[in-house]
């Protein structure tokens, strides 16, 4: 494990091989380069400051972890009773360990092999299959830094653009999938896969949680998780954009009493200037902060932001984003950015009459379901009548399949797309009477594309670790919404630490000209990167409907033109791995 006294923290980088038959035999085997993972029938690489836990007769494990009080576990395992099997193994881990890391089971009677990925997917693992071999690897570029062939897959590339809100199995690479978090893959032959992270476990059973009470669990819980990244991490810059999620993660670093320094990056426009909001909360919290504005000049159409990733994920402003945290990093000699990302999800920020159904399930009619219903339409601008039609569709449409329509749009038709799997689909495991617990958890399925976990060198999402997400479950949906507001019990959480200007923000503004800007400068260069690129070359879109909206005034309020950055992002992303 690499401790904040070994210097710069740097990114997870792991592959491994593992066989498909037969027992792990001599062990898991160092690798001293990464080519080696080539001709080895098993094998463990590591990036540079990493090391193993062991778990003994059961395996190792991979990544960092810790104790329910946020302390480094030097043995996950210690204090464990005596454990049956494998499985007992993986649920003793995922009840009592959080973090982000995987786990290399052994059964050490048969010597065969499972994989566990933890739950909250902070860590991901990447699979493909070569010759009686399991590879596994934190990022797809490993595999290629391996020197194994690479391509992209296109037919996943179409599944993806058709439905980019949800993460799946597949990535868009020939070969190439990711393990779930939470689940036990064996790799004997035969053997199925299990949901050790059951997250139906943790949505309540009834109502008697206050807003008080989830305040309280929310700061307890927040304190203990920063608590355990910041003293993994040091010293840390926070993205602060003066909304509620950001700032959360300022007051409970703050509260802890941890080293961070503020940055945010603004439009030169005020539509998307958040300094009014973050230079109050730096004084609030007595720290330092640096205040940037996006270069326009410096965004490159042509240059993708996660290149050789697994999927085309980025926006176009998130390199130039990325440059100015970097840079705020470096000023204070910080390892790491923490962000928001995931907030809004973690926090069940619904927009919908799905809490009303959970309240009235547990509550029946009573005056606290009134109350909600007051709430509700507070929350969404609804008169009673409408919020009355909308708890009706909702109730009516909870027993039907909640499949989104494809996203067609700039597309060829829906042509010929890979089968795939959601990479989670833990909604499957609360029943649909549960609207809101099963919109909630759709949610937080939503933001795993937007989260970074301990595989990026530069920013980390700590509001998606397994403990925070745990306590949010347990709090009632309605609960959320108390007072009108979203994501209530977060703002109350740390309402004495934050500014009132922050704690009752509900609308937050983003780098939308910034796009718009590019678009506008750049229109000739993105023609020619759409028309003449590798997603046309493979049928994928709808020319005639690209030239239309290229044609668009920048300043339209037409979501073609965010739908054609992200189609300009995709070439880029496949272009990098060309």
Same mark, same amino acid.
């Given at each position: 494990?690499?401790?904040?006294?070994?210097?710069?923290?740097?990114?997870?980088?792991?592959?491994?091989?593992?066989?498909?038959?037969?027992?792990?035999?001599?062990?898991?085997?160092?690798?001293?380069?990464?080519?080696?993972?080539?001709?080895?029938?098993?094998?463990?690489?590591?990036?540079?400051?990493?090391?193993?836990?062991?778990?003994?007769?059961?395996?190792?494990?991979?990544?960092?972890?810790?104790?329910?009080?946020?302390?480094?576990?030097?043995?996950?395992?210690? $204090?464990?009773?005596?454990?049956?099997?494998?499985?007992?193994?993986?649920?003793?881990?995922?009840?009592? #360990?959080?973090?982000?890391?995987?786990?290399?089971?052994?059964?050490?009677?048969?010597?065969?092999?499972?994989?566990?990925?933890?739950?909250?997917?902070?860590?991901?693992?990447?699979?493909?299959?070569?010759?009686?071999?399991?590879?596994?690897?934190?990022?797809?570029?490993?595999?290629?830094?391996?020197?194994?062939?690479?391509?992209?897959?296109?037919?996943?590339?179409?599944?993806?653009?058709?439905?980019?809100?949800?993460?799946?199995?597949?990535?868009?690479?020939?070969?190439?999938?990711?393990?779930?978090?939470?689940?036990?893959?064996?790799?004997?032959?035969?053997?199925?896969?299990?949901?050790?992270?059951?997250?139906?476990?943790?949505?309540?059973?009834?109502?008697?949680? #206050?807003?008080?009470?989830?305040?309280?669990?929310?700061?307890?819980?927040?304190?203990?998780?920063?608590?355990?990244?910041?003293?993994?991490?040091?010293?840390?810059?926070?993205?602060?954009?003066?909304?509620?999620? /950001?700032?959360?993660?300022?007051?409970?670093?703050?509260?802890?009493?941890?080293?961070?320094?503020?940055?945010?990056?603004? #439009?030169?426009?005020?539509?998307?200037?958040?300094?009014?909001?973050?230079?109050?909360?730096?004084?609030?919290?007595?720290?330092?902060?640096?205040?940037?504005?996006?270069?326009?000049?410096?965004?490159?159409?042509?240059?993708?932001?996660?290149?050789?990733?697994?999927?085309?994920?980025?926006?176009?402003?998130?390199?130039?984003?990325?440059?100015?945290?970097?840079?705020?990093?470096?000023?204070?000699?910080?390892?790491?950015?923490?962000?928001?990302?995931?907030?809004?999800?973690?926090?069940?920020?619904?927009?919908?009459?799905?809490?009303?159904?959970?309240?009235?399930?547990?509550?029946?009619?009573?005056?606290?379901? @009134? %109350?909600?219903?007051?709430?509700?339409?507070?929350?969404?601008?609804?008169?009673?009548?409408?919020?009355?039609?909308?708890?009706?569709?909702?109730?009516?449409?909870?027993?039907?399949?909640?499949?989104?329509?494809?996203?067609?749009?700039?597309?060829?038709?829906? $042509?010929?797309?890979?089968?795939?799997?959601?990479?989670?689909?833990?909604?499957?495991?609360?029943?649909?009477?549960?609207?809101?617990?099963?919109?909630?958890?759709?949610?937080? %399925?939503?933001?795993?594309?937007?989260?970074?976990?301990?595989?990026?060198?530069?920013?980390?999402?700590?509001?998606?670790?397994?403990?925070?997400?745990?306590?949010?479950?347990?709090?009632?949906?309605?609960?959320?919404?108390?007072?009108?507001?979203?994501?209530?019990? @977060?703002?109350?959480?740390?309402?004495? %630490?934050?500014?009132?200007?922050?704690?009752?923000?509900?609308?937050?503004?983003?780098?939308?000209?910034?796009?718009?800007?590019?678009?506008?400068?750049?229109?000739?260069?993105?023609?020619?990167?759409?028309?003449?690129?590798?997603?046309?070359?493979?049928?994928?879109?709808?020319?005639?409907?690209?030239?239309?909206?290229?044609?668009?005034?920048?300043?339209?309020?037409?979501?073609?033109?965010?739908?054609?950055?992200?189609?300009?992002?995709?070439?880029?992303?496949?272009?990098?791995? /060309?």
């Amino acid at each position: 494990m690499l401790h904040p006294d070994s210097g710069a923290v740097k990114p997870l980088d792991a592959a491994l091989a593992l066989p498909l038959h037969g027992g792990l035999g001599e062990g898991l085997v160092p690798l001293r380069q990464l080519r080696d993972l080539r001709a080895a029938r098993s094998g463990l690489w590591l990036g540079e400051g990493w090391s193993v836990r062991s778990l003994g007769a059961w395996g190792w494990l991979v990544g960092c972890s810790f104790d329910r009080d946020g302390n480094v576990l030097v043995d996950p395992l210690a $204090g464990a009773p005596a454990l049956a099997d494998r499985l007992a193994v993986a649920h003793w881990l995922v009840r009592h #360990t959080w973090g982000a890391w995987f786990a290399v089971l052994v059964d050490p009677r048969s010597e065969s092999v499972a994989i566990l990925r933890d739950p909250s997917g902070l860590l991901p693992l990447y699979r493909r299959i070569d010759a009686g071999r399991c590879l596994l690897a934190t990022a797809p570029a490993l595999f290629a830094q391996a020197g194994m062939a690479m391509s992209v897959s296109w037919p996943h590339v179409r599944q993806f653009l058709q439905d980019p809100e949800r993460r799946q199995r597949a990535t868009c690479l020939v070969g190439v999938d990711e393990l779930s978090p939470g689940v036990l893959y064996p790799l004997e032959q035969g053997a199925h896969q299990v949901a050790i992270w059951q997250p139906a476990l943790h949505v309540p059973a009834s109502g008697d949680v #206050t807003l008080a009470v989830a305040a309280q669990r929310v700061r307890d819980c927040a304190r203990m998780v920063m608590r355990a990244w910041s003293g993994h991490f040091g010293q840390v810059v926070v993205a602060a954009s003066g909304g509620v999620d /950001s700032s959360l993660v300022c007051a409970a670093l703050a509260v802890e009493g941890r080293p961070f320094a503020c940055a945010t990056v603004s #439009t030169r426009d005020p539509s998307g200037d958040e300094t009014a909001y973050v230079a109050p909360l730096a004084a609030r919290l007595d720290v330092s902060w640096r205040a940037a504005q996006y270069e326009i000049a410096a965004i490159d159409p042509g240059a993708a932001s996660f290149a050789r990733s697994a999927r085309p994920v980025g926006k176009m402003f998130v390199g130039e984003l990325r440059r100015q945290l970097g840079e705020a990093c470096a000023a204070v000699g910080a390892a790491r950015v923490f962000d928001g990302n995931g907030g809004d999800n973690v926090f069940c920020f619904l927009h919908s009459a799905a809490p009303f159904l959970d309240a009235w399930r547990a509550l029946g009619p009573s005056r606290q379901l @009134a %109350e909600v219903f007051v709430d509700l339409c507070r929350l969404t601008g609804a008169d009673a009548p409408t919020l009355v039609r909308a708890i009706l569709r909702q109730w009516w449409r909870r027993q039907l399949s909640a499949r989104r329509p494809p996203n067609l749009a700039l597309l060829a038709g829906p $042509g010929e797309t890979a089968a795939s799997l959601p990479l989670t689909d833990w909604e499957a495991q609360v029943p649909m009477t549960a609207t809101g617990a099963w919109a909630h958890l759709r949610l937080i %399925e939503a933001a795993q594309h937007h989260v970074h976990g301990l595989d990026d060198p530069l920013r980390f999402s700590p509001l998606f670790s397994q403990p925070l997400v745990e306590t949010c479950l347990g709090i009632p949906t309605w609960v959320w919404c108390q007072g009108g507001i979203n994501r209530a019990p @977060a703002r109350a959480a740390f309402a004495a %630490e934050l500014p009132a200007a922050i704690t009752g923000r509900v609308a937050k503004a983003g780098p939308d000209t910034v796009m718009r800007a590019v678009f506008a400068r750049d229109r000739v260069r993105l023609r020619a990167m759409l028309r003449d690129g590798l997603l046309a070359g493979q049928g994928l879109l709808d020319l005639a409907a690209i030239d239309a909206a290229l044609a668009l005034d920048p300043q339209a309020d037409d979501d073609r033109i965010y739908r054609l950055l992200d189609l300009v992002e995709a070439e880029a992303w496949a272009r990098s791995w /060309s």
